[in-house]
């Protein structure tokens, strides 16, 4: 399984950027994608997930009503929607992956990862 994670820059409180996941080496749907984020000196936070399979996501409170999971079946690629930018939204993604259907949140449950990209928000 690989992971591509691409999309992070820099942008100004209030804006947007989408995030790419490419995932690719095998089927993916009995997969949970999910999304995390890393801030300097803070642990690696649950940001959102997607079962492949059926589409249904969860969010962490602090995103929510302003990011959006999604996925694309023909690309093999999962998307985060990110609007409404914060300055403490700022931190590297990383997408990750785990077998079976169950969205688990903690960090440690998914075996896959891809590596992260930086995403800066501007006050």
């Known amino acids: 399984v690989q992971l591509q994670a691409s999309g992070g820059g820099l942008v100004q409180a209030g804006g947007s950027l989408r995030l790419s996941c490419a995932a690719s080496?095998?089927?993916?749907?009995?997969?949970?994608m999910g999304w995390f984020r890393q801030a300097p000196g803070k642990e690696r936070d649950f940001v959102a997930n997607?079962?492949?399979?059926?589409?249904?996501?969860s969010y962490a409170d602090s995103v929510k009503g302003r990011f959006t999971i999604s996925r694309d079946s023909a690309k093999n690629t999962v998307y985060l929607q990110m609007n409404s930018l914060k300055p403490e939204d700022t931190a590297a993604y990383y997408c990750?992956?785990?077998?079976?259907?169950?969205?688990?949140?903690?960090?440690?449950?998914?075996?896959?990862w891809g590596q992260g990209t930086l995403v800066t928000v501007s006050s």
């Open positions: 990750a992956a785990k077998m079976g259907i169950a969205k688990v949140r903690p960090w440690y449950q998914y075996g896959y």
């Open positions: 997607i079962d492949w399979s059926r589409g249904s996501t």
């Open positions: 080496g095998r089927s993916f749907s009995n997969y949970v």
